[in-house]
């Protein structure tokens, strides 16, 4: 069985700062290590969506929005995966959620994330 469970979120002004952390249950730190992790969100009304994900071997993809201002570090030995999120806007609001695949979809509780203007 595997868990996530992500941290960090809030309440930020347009222009703030904020660092999620998505921490992974799994059996054992190679179990992480061969995965790509990602962080997804869901704005009100709106579809899920793809924010950044890192595969195995640190290769990163970002969305377009978020280009140049969030960073997804990950660290194996804790098994964490983290969004760095500068520059925030309104924009990016909404519910953030950590996933990984193993065989099946695994997700977060989720974590909100309300930037004010």
């Known amino acids: 069985q595997v868990q996530l469970v992500e941290s960090g979120g809030g309440l930020v002004q347009a222009g703030g700062s904020l660092r999620l952390s998505c921490v992974a249950s799994?059996?054992?730190?190679?179990?992480?290590?061969?995965?790509?992790m990602g962080w997804y969100r869901q704005a009100p009304g709106k579809q899920r969506e793809l924010v950044a994900d890192?595969?195995?071997?640190?290769?990163?993809n970002y969305a377009d929005s978020v280009k140049g201002r969030f960073t997804i570090p990950r660290d194996n030995a804790a098994k964490t995966v983290f969004l760095q999120m500068n520059s925030l806007k309104p924009d990016d609001t909404a519910v953030y959620y950590c996933h990984v695949r193993f065989g099946s979809d695994y997700w977060g509780q989720g974590t909100q994330v309300t930037v004010s203007s």
């Open positions: 890192i595969t195995s071997s640190s290769i990163t």
């Open positions: 799994v059996a054992s730190e190679i179990m992480f290590r061969l995965s790509t």
